[in-house]
T-cell receptor
């Protein structure tokens, strides 16, 4: 299956700093990537849909200035948590769909990035 | 708004027991339905999916799910679980022809050897 890689898998930062998380599709092109946030014992919450070459579409309640998403190429999307605060501590997961071919709707997931803001 | 409800947050079974995980969804249009699984320390991965046709869908590792449109349900089943089925299972829904996928809260399954 298609492989999606996230980096870093864990990051600890001080309050007020910014953190960038990368999501790469390793063996396929992904025109669309998704960013999810998962709270302990809760579901994956869709934060935004990232489209290559255009602005991301954010879900209601997600601050676009706080969570900057850039999808500069067909294999890379980045999520930058700006001026991070302890309440931003969470598990962030990206996923991607395979471009072209049969529209299966299947998502391929990265391994997730655990952010801890002190 | 779309939503997905999974009935059980935690399930503990002995090996060889039968499994059924409930999933109900709320959405006004045609949907695609998925079950994803996350084994300890691994990525989320697709277990099975339903798009159209036979409402009984077979997936990997002996899992199957049945789409009952009238009940807005897509329950996951396996006749005989194994210790290696210990994982977290997520039911998910996406609009037909789209990719915006909504997930249920997940069910943690622990299978005792």
């Amino acid at each position: 299956g298609a492989v999606v890689s996230q980096h870093p898998s864990r990051v600890i930062c001080k309050s007020g700093t910014s953190v960038k998380i990368e999501c790469r599709s390793l063996d396929f092109q992904a025109t669309t990537m998704f960013w999810y946030r998962q709270f302990p014992k809760q579901s994956l919450m869709l934060m935004a849909t990232s489209n290559e070459g255009s602005k991301a579409t954010y879900e209601q309640g997600v601050e676009k200035d706080k969570f900057l998403i850039n999808h500069a190429s067909l294999t890379l999307s980045t999520l930058t948590v700006t001026s991070a605060h302890p309440e931003d501590s969470s598990f962030y997961i990206c996923s991607a769909t395979v471009s072209g071919g049969e529209d299966t709707g299947e998502l391929f997931f990265g391994e997730g990035s655990r952010l801890t803001v002190l | 708004a779309q939503s997905v409800s999974q009935h059980n947050h935690h399930v503990i079974l002995s090996e060889a027991a039968s499994l059924e995980l409930g999933c109900n969804y709320s959405y006004g249009g045609t949907v695609n339905l998925f079950w994803y699984v996350q084994y300890p320390g691994q990525h989320l991965q697709l277990l099975l999916k339903y798009f159209s046709g036979d409402p009984l869908v077979k997936g990997i590792k002996g899992f199957e799910a049945e789409f009952i449109k009238s009940k807005f349900s897509f329950n996951l089943r396996k006749p005989s679980v194994q210790w290696s089925d210990t994982a977290e299972y997520f039911c998910a829904v996406a609009p037909a022809g789209g990719f915006k996928t909504i997930f249920g809260a997940g069910t943690r399954l622990f299978v005792k050897a």
